[in-house]
């Protein structure tokens, strides 16, 4: 008859490690900010710096660019270069899931935590 409440027992250590989980993102969340990744395009005439979460934080630009007054070839660098430090930054991100599991792979769970934007994932 009570077989049933060791389970409830068993509810309350997952619930636990949940939050512990959770806090631990929080955690991995809060130093990807401190993290610096760049993205260049065009053998390194644009660069963007990102941080772990893949917000840019600042753009160089080579002054030759403005020279040669190629305003065309400079707005197809940006993008690229915002792309490829973005990517870097989901590749830090995966790394340090990795760490944070212990290399355990979770399916869905870096792409269920990639979902959230930069504020979902702190709070």
């Known amino acids: 008859m009570l077989k ?3 389970n409830l027992a068993n509810l309350g250590n997952v619930m636990k490690q949940a939050q512990e989980m959770g806090d631990k993102m929080q955690e991995l969340s809060e130093q990807l900010k401190t993290k610096r990744v760049v ?10 710096e990102a941080n772990g979460v893949g917000e840019a934080v600042a753009v160089r630009i080579d002054p030759t660019l403005f020279e040669k007054q190629d305003r065309e070839f400079l707005e197809d660098l ?5 792309n490829a430090a973005q990517q870097k930054a989901k590749e830090l991100h995966a790394e340090q899931m990795q760490e944070l ?23």
Not at 39 to 48: I, P, T
Not at 78 to 82: G, S, V
Not at 102 to 122: E, K, R, Y
């Open 4 to 6: 049933g409440l060791g």
């Open 39 to 48: 993205g260049s395009a065009g053998g390194g005439l644009v660069e963007v």
């Open 78 to 82: 940006l993008p690229a270069a915002f």
């Open 101 to 123: 599991t212990g290399g355990l792979n979770l399916p869905g769970l870096s792409d269920a935590l990639g979902q959230l934007g930069p504020n979902d994932a702190t709070g």
